[in-house]
């Protein structure tokens, strides 16, 4: 499973990301695809999405803690990395 939050994505690309996912919230795209697929994806992320477009992807993987989460550009949340496990930061209000 693969789950892409972003700030602002270019028209182009957010296109391109209702081909392989589902998108239940303006910028929030949800999909179950497969490992190869989804490097593919997170690769075309990486290649046309601005600095600024601020994106977190969650990624599942086979192996411990089961996921990943990469980053793009200046997301609103903050990543962190605890005994080799990476967390969001959630900031108090």
Aim: net charge positive.
């Amino acid at each position: 499973m693969v789950v892409v939050i972003a700030n602002d994505l270019p028209p182009a690309v957010r296109g391109r990301m209702k081909l392989w996912f589902v998108e239940p919230r303006a910028n929030v795209f949800v999909s179950g695809i497969k490992d190869s697929v989804a490097s593919t994806v997170i690769d075309y992320l990486y290649d046309h999405c601005p600095y600024e477009s601020g994106i977190i992807i969650f990624r599942s993987i086979p192996k411990p803690p089961g996921y990943e989460i990469r980053r793009i550009g200046a997301a609103s949340r903050d990543l962190t990395t605890v005994s080799g496990l990476q967390l969001v930061i959630e900031k108090m209000v």
